[in-house]
């Protein structure tokens, strides 16, 4: 049985220790983050950690985030040199998760046997408080099942996980919508392993100039995997998804009548143009990828077969939402002259 944790004022600090204890007690808990939900348990037990693999159908080669909340335990668990130790004191709490030498107390099955492991110290009350009553560094990955987007909402997390975990902390939505940024500190250049809520250009301003492989604007042509989790399908909607890049191509595309069949996902200034069904993300990249899960959700769940999005401007967070809507696509037209292979997809099913 799951037991649903509420978090209102009069309940917040008896739940916050009902989930530390089971923490403590080896068992898995959804919490929220400022990013996305997680699903954590006890990351020096094994037995634990193993319940999260299970609870999420996560294949074994694909590691897990270590969450902490203070810089003490930062140490227990990897180890640091000088020059990081400064940087981590600017950044954190923050949605950039650092990759960095692991200790032996954190557990294989972690880190899928690897000597790295990815640390995050997470700028949110509800995980910070959790992990601290818990006492020991939590192994959270995101918390929907493998494959599914990513849970931004307490609602989604109920009906995904109920069964599944030993609790799940009930509070409503998060404040980013997309996972936190990974970057790989444990050698020079330091390179950005994954785009997310951290900016680059914030990251940049700390670590100065880093690394950035084609491979992070979420393109899937690319073979090559920078962390062992991208070789998986991700955030998809299980509803076949267009990206439209061009604007121009995009609104005459949801203009016309042949976007009867889609459900449309553009912003506040395109949705003028949609003529039938469709979703506003928000007004701007920051909005869009607080929404742009969610709305999968909706799209799955709607009576379309179809989705249909537009591109976002891919500075600050907008990076980071571009690699999920293009990760997440099953077909990107970034130019005029392949617009109709959404002929050619539509015509085959
Ligand atoms: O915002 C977030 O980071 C959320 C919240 C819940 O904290 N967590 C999250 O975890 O997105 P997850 O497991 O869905 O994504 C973590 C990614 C995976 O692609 C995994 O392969 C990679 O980090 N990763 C974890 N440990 C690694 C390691 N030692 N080396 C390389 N990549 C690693
Ligand atoms: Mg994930």
Redesign the pocket.
């Known amino acids: 049985m799951t037991e649903i944790l509420n978090i209102s004022d009069n309940k917040y600090y008896e739940s916050i220790k009902r989930a530390a204890e089971i923490i403590k007690n080896g068992g898995t808990v959804v919490f929220p ?1 400022e ?4 699903l954590g348990a006890n990351a020096y037990s094994e037995d634990a950690c193993k319940k999260i693999f299970e609870a999420k159908k996560r294949p074994a080669d ?4 270590v ?1 902490v909340s203070n810089f003490e335990m930062v140490n227990n668990v990897c180890y640091i040199d000088k020059d990081i130790e400064e940087k981590m004191k600017k950044i954190w709490p923050s ?1 950039l ?1 650092l ?1 960095l030498k692991k200790k032996d107390v954190i557990p294989d099955i972690v ?1 899928s046997g ?1 000597d ?3 640390v ?1 110290f ?1 700028d949110n009350k509800i995980a910070l408080d959790l992990i601290e009553a818990a006492g020991v560094p939590v192994a ?4 929907n099942i493998a494959t599914k987007p ?1 849970i931004v909402d307490s609602k989604d997390a109920i009906k995904e996980l109920d069964g599944r975990v030993d609790a799940i902390i009930d509070a409503g939505r998060v404040k980013f919508g997309v ?2 940024t ?1 970057l790989d500190v444990t050698k020079k250049p330091y390179s950005l ?2 785009p ?2 951290y900016s680059v250009e914030d990251i940049e301003a700390v670590f100065g100039q880093i690394y950035i492989s084609p491979v992070a604007e979420g393109y899937k042509e690319s073979s090559i995997a920078l ?4 070789k998986y399908r991700h955030y998809a909607p299980s509803k076949k998804l267009f990206l439209i890049e061009n604007e121009e191509e995009f609104r005459e595309f949801i203009s016309s009548h042949r976007s009867r069949e889609f459900l449309v996902l553009c912003s506040a200034d395109n949705a003028k143009y949609a003529k039938f069904d469709k979703i506003v993300l928000g007004k701007n990249a920051v909005e869009a990828a607080h929404n742009l899960f969610y709305d999968f959700r909706i799209l799955d769940q709607s009576d379309k077969k179809y989705g249909v999005i537009q591109a976002f401007p891919e500075k600050g967070i907008g990076f980071g939402l571009m690699n999920r809507i293009r990760k997440a696509s099953f077909l990107i037209i970034k130019d005029k002259e392949n617009i109709d292979k959404i002929n050619e997809v539509l015509n085959e099913s």
């Open positions: 983050t990013t996305v939900y997680g694909n590691p897990l985030i969450t949605p998760t990759l880190t690897m790295t492991v990815c995050r997470p959270a990955p995101s918390a990513s996972e936190s990974i392993l994954r997310g809520a962390t062992p989790g991208m």
